[in-house]
């Protein structure tokens, strides 16, 4: 699906670009540079697009009636989101799993949820909320579990400078915050 993020304008991401390139001593109209203002705006359109975006309106149509009742987990499940601290990267894995009441969701829906909150400015543990109530308020399953790992690029590039650390959260609505051996058999599926 191609999001636009129809909050951006073009033209201020690009002025901010070229002061944020003269601020650092750069010359923005330098033969490398003068092109980059609007790269970034573009960038920024794409890294963004979640914005404007309602869950629903994406998944409606991979909304199934169906008599399952067992567990649907889908694992590593990739993203890439941008830190709202510092505007840079955080990477790596969302794990889902749902337990249906009445319906069921197409599997690439899954995914779909994903990018809409993360292509948004994000911090980890707000991810792993959205993600679990959206899944709650679509399919409206017995319960929603998440488990996000990432890496974040404000631990590796900057500050504390701890290029292997991890970052794991979790999210356990309904039934998976209830019933802890339903909780343990999805932590199980999910192990690596």
Same mark, same amino acid.
């Given at each position: 699906?191609?999001?636009?993020?129809?909050?951006?304008?073009?033209?201020?991401?690009?002025? %901010?670009? @070229?002061?944020?390139?003269?601020?650092?001593?750069?010359?923005?109209?330098? +033969?490398?540079?003068?092109?980059?203002?609007?790269?970034?705006? @573009?960038a920024?359109?794409?890294?963004? @697009?979640?914005?404007?975006?309602?869950?629903f $309106?994406?998944?409606?149509?991979?909304?199934?009636? %169906?008599?399952?009742?067992?567990?649907?987990?889908? /694992?590593?499940?990739?993203?890439?989101s941008?830190?709202? +601290? +510092?505007?840079?990267?955080?990477?790596?894995?969302? +794990?889902?799993?749902?337990?249906? $009441?009445?319906?069921?969701?197409?599997?690439?829906?899954?995914?779909?949820?994903?990018?809409?909150?993360?292509?948004?400015?994000q911090?980890?543990?707000?991810?792993?909320?959205?993600?679990?109530?959206?899944?709650?308020?679509?399919?409206?399953?017995?319960?929603?579990?998440v488990?996000?790992?990432?890496?974040?690029?404000?631990?590796?590039?900057?500050?504390? /400078?701890?290029?292997?650390?991890?970052?794991?959260?979790? /999210?356990?609505?309904?039934?998976? @915050?209830?019933?802890?051996?339903?909780?343990? $058999?999805?932590l199980?599926?999910?192990?690596?």
């Open positions: 699906m191609d999001f636009k993020n129809i909050n951006m304008n073009q033209q201020i991401i690009e002025n %901010a670009v @070229s002061q944020i390139l003269s601020a650092v001593g750069e010359d923005p109209k330098r +033969h490398g540079l003068k092109n980059t203002p609007s790269r970034v705006a @573009s920024f359109a794409e890294l963004t @697009s979640g914005y404007g975006v309602a869950p $309106d994406v998944v409606r149509k991979g909304i199934f009636k %169906a008599n399952s009742s067992g567990m649907v987990v889908q /694992k590593d499940i990739e993203f890439a941008l830190c709202e +601290h +510092h505007l840079l990267p955080f990477t790596g894995y969302v +794990h889902v799993a749902y337990m249906p $009441d009445e319906y069921i969701l197409g599997l690439s829906k899954l995914g779909r949820i994903v990018d809409i909150f993360s292509k948004r400015l911090i980890q543990e707000e991810l792993n909320c959205q993600i679990a109530n959206a899944l709650l308020e679509t399919v409206k399953p017995h319960g929603v579990a488990v996000i790992e990432a890496k974040h690029f404000c631990m590796s590039m900057r500050g504390v /400078k701890k290029n292997q650390t991890t970052t794991t959260t979790s /999210k356990f609505l309904g039934i998976f @915050s209830t019933d802890a051996e339903i909780r343990k $058999d999805f199980h599926f999910i192990k690596k």
